[in-house]
C-alpha cells in the first residue's frame, strides 16, 4: 500500500555526477555520490525493507515474551505493560527515525549547488508519493471513524480526543485527494 522504499529513494533526483538531496525546505540541492546514493538505499532497505520488518516484528515478539515470563515471575503491577508498549515504540520510532535521516547527517556539511526549490514543487512531489489506494483506504477508515465518534452520545475526553484526531485525519485526507486531483 505504501512504498516506503520507493518513497525513500524518490527523496534523490538523479544528475551528473550523482544525484540531488535536498535536506529541507530552505536548503538547496546538495551533491550526492553514486555510491552513497546506493549505501543510503541499502541502509534503508535493511530497516524499511521486507527484512526489516521481519526484524522489527521479531525482535518485538521476542520482547513481549520476555516481558510476560518477566512480568508473571516477578508479579508486576498491570500498569508496567504500557511500560512496555511504550519502550516498543519509543524504540522502533527512533530506529526508524535514525534511518530515515541519514542522508542529512551526510550532506551536512555540503555546500548547496542548486538554489531551493519553489514549495509547490515540493508539496507536489510530496504528494505524488502517496498512492490512490492508500488516500482511498484512509479516507474510509478515518471517515468511518469520524462518524462513528460524531454520533456517540458519549463526551468524555476519550471520545472528544477520537472525534478531533480521526476529524482531522478525515479532513486532511480529502485535501490531500482534492490536492491530488488537481496535480493531474
Known amino acids: 500500500m505504501f512504498d516506503s522504499i520507493g518513497a525513500f529513494t524518490k527523496q534523490f533526483t538523479p544528475v551528473d555526477g550523482g ?3 535536498y535536506p529541507t ?6 551533491l550526492v555520490t553514486a555510491e552513497e546514493y546506493e549505501q543510503l538505499a541499502e541502509g534503508w532497505c535493511k530497516v524499511a525493507g521486507r ?42 520510532s527512533a530506529w526508524l527515525f535514525w534511518a530515515s535521516f541519514a542522508p542529512r547527517r551526510l ?26 489506494r492508500l488516500i482511498i483506504f ?3 477508515f478515518s471517515g468511518i471513524a469520524f462518524l ?5 452520545p458519549n463526551r468524555d475526553l476519550k471520545s472528544w480526543a477520537c472525534l478531533l ?6 479532513g486532511g485526507y480529502i485535501w490531500v485527494a482534492i490536492m491530488k486531483l488537481r496535480d493531474r
Open 138 to 140: 484512509v479516507l474510509f
Open 25 to 30: 525546505k530552505r536548503d538547496g540541492g546538495k
Open 19 to 21: 544525484y540531488l538531496y
Open 51 to 92: 527484512r526489516g520488518t521481519w526484524t522489527i516484528a521479531g525482535v518485538v515478539m521476542l520482547a513481549i515474551f520476555v516481558w510476560t515470563a518477566v512480568s508473571q515471575f516477578l508479579s508486576l503491577p498491570d500498569w508496567s505493560d504500557s511500560v512496555l508498549v511504550a519502550a516498543c515504540v519509543i524504540g522502533i
Open 107 to 132: 550532506v551536512r556539511d555540503r555546500p548547496s549547488i542548486t538554489p531551493p526549490r519553489p514549495i509547490t514543487e515540493m508539496k507536489r512531489q510530496a504528494r505524488a508519493l502517496l498512492s490512490r
Open 148 to 152: 462513528g465518534s460524531l454520533s456517540s
Open 165 to 170: 484526531g480521526s476529524g482531522a485525519m478525515f
